[in-house]
């Protein structure tokens, strides 16, 4: 563990703070981090978080969500400015606007959205969730699904379901193509390939296994094979060699590079984070008609993904 951990820790314990992580953040946040999981997970967890404060390690909509689920905590963020390419290509003005051109659509969303898309929306869910909570919805709605059209043309294809897809997209999967995918494939034929539902459909159906970033965690723990190509951003690397370091973990190459990076979730680091800690800023607040607003979809999500 480096001094810069070992001070985070001291403080961590000094703040009574709660700190969660997404599985694509930097190795040394994750290592000392008291959760490290994906949005669902961290959404179960933000809710329940028992200490003072919460410092969220992850991108905007997902601190967003952790203040919707308990907004009685102060939450804080390593760098204000992480936001993600999927939740900016759904503006909550041009929702609105589409809504009133098309009203009675049932809005299931992505939990990557901005809160005030979310206070528009019937459901929220994530890709560990995605398949159940449409299948939920009643048959004789129809559904516009938002904002990622590949996670849910992946719905569409599972449930047989027909919806309106929103025209966005991860920049960071958008990146994988069937090409990239096809020859690290071809150079390790004894690995499985795990793919991440915001892949296109052409690199999904190059996949063994196509889930959420948490259930890459639990395919690749109870699979008997020992390698897996991972096709996702590349956090998830640290979390899979940390908890598995007797299988080899290989990082899905793009067309460009070995591996695919989200320059958003890299905006935050160890620093930055102490730093949040020491000086309690930044902090993320909203307003509170849009914690109201957002919050029913939210727990409608939770309780549905419950059982
Ligand atoms: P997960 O919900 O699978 O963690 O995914 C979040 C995300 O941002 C994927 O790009
Ligand atoms: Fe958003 Fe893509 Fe980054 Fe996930 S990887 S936070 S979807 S930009």
């Given at each position: 563990?480096?001094?810069?951990?070992?001070?985070?820790?001291?403080?961590?314990?000094d703040?009574?703070?709660?700190?969660?992580?997404?599985n694509?953040?930097?190795k040394?946040?994750q290592?000392?981090?008291?959760?490290?999981?994906?949005s669902l997970?961290?959404?179960?967890?933000?809710q329940?978080?028992k200490?003072?404060?919460?410092?969220f390690?992850?991108?905007?909509?997902?601190?967003?969500?952790?203040?919707?689920?308990?907004?009685?905590?102060?939450?804080?963020?390593?760098?204000?400015?992480?936001?993600?390419?999927?939740?900016?290509?759904?503006p909550?003005?041009?929702?609105?606007?589409?809504?009133?051109?098309?009203?009675?659509?049932?809005?299931?969303?992505y939990?990557n959205?901005?809160?005030?898309v979310?206070?528009?929306?019937d459901v929220?869910?994530?890709s560990?969730?995605?398949?159940?909570?449409?299948?939920?919805?009643p048959e004789?709605?129809?559904i516009?699904?938002?904002?990622?059209r590949?996670?849910?043309?992946?719905?569409m294809?599972?449930?047989?379901?027909?919806?309106?897809?929103?025209?966005g997209?991860?920049?960071?999967?958008?990146?994988f193509?069937?090409?990239?995918?096809?020859?690290?494939?071809?150079?390790?034929?004894?690995?499985?390939?795990?793919?991440?539902?915001?892949?296109?459909?052409?690199?999904?159906?190059?996949?063994?296994?196509?889930?959420s970033?948490?259930?890459?965690?639990?395919?690749?723990?109870?699979?008997?094979?020992?390698s897996?190509?991972i096709?996702?951003?590349?956090?998830?690397?640290?979390?899979?060699?940390?908890?598995?370091p007797?299988?080899q973990?290989?990082?899905?190459?793009?067309?460009?590079?070995?591996?695919?990076?989200?320059?958003?979730?890299?905006?935050?680091?160890?620093?930055k984070?102490?730093?949040?800690?020491?000086?309690l800023?930044?902090?993320?607040?909203?307003?509170?008609?849009?914690?109201e607003?957002?919050?029913?979809p939210?727990?409608?999500m939770?309780?549905?993904?419950?059982?």
């Amino acid at each position: 563990m480096s001094p810069l951990q070992k001070k985070f820790l001291q403080l961590k314990q000094d703040r009574k703070a709660v700190v969660l992580a997404h599985n694509y953040q930097p190795k040394e946040i994750q290592e000392v981090a008291d959760y490290v999981g994906d949005s669902l997970g961290l959404s179960y967890e933000a809710q329940k978080a028992k200490g003072d404060c919460i410092l969220f390690c992850g991108v905007h909509f997902m601190a967003e969500t952790a203040k919707i689920v308990n907004p009685e905590k102060r939450v804080f963020m390593p760098d204000l400015q992480a936001g993600c390419s999927l939740a900016d290509s759904c503006p909550a003005d041009k929702l609105k606007d589409y809504l009133s051109a098309h009203p009675g659509l049932y809005v299931v969303s992505y939990v990557n959205c901005t809160a005030a898309v979310k206070a528009q929306s019937d459901v929220i869910c994530t890709s560990g969730n995605a398949e159940k909570i449409v299948r939920k919805v009643p048959e004789d709605r129809e559904i516009l699904f938002l904002p990622d059209r590949n996670l849910g043309d992946w719905v569409m294809q599972k449930t047989g379901r027909k919806m309106r897809l929103w025209d966005g997209d991860c920049y960071v999967h958008m990146e994988f193509t069937a090409s990239s995918i096809d020859r690290i494939r071809k150079e390790h034929p004894d690995a499985l390939v795990v793919a991440h539902p915001e892949c296109t459909r052409a690199v999904r159906a190059l996949a063994d296994e196509v889930c959420s970033t948490e259930k890459m965690v639990g395919y690749c723990r109870t699979s008997p094979s020992r390698s897996f190509i991972i096709v996702t951003e590349e956090g998830m690397l640290h979390r899979l060699r940390r908890e598995m370091p007797d299988k080899q973990f290989l990082a899905g190459p793009t067309d460009r590079c070995a591996c695919a990076e989200c320059r958003y979730m890299k905006m935050n680091t160890l620093e930055k984070a102490f730093l949040a800690l020491e000086k309690l800023s930044p902090e993320l607040t909203l307003p509170d008609e849009v914690i109201e607003k957002a919050r029913s979809p939210i727990e409608r999500m939770l309780d549905w993904s419950r059982n």
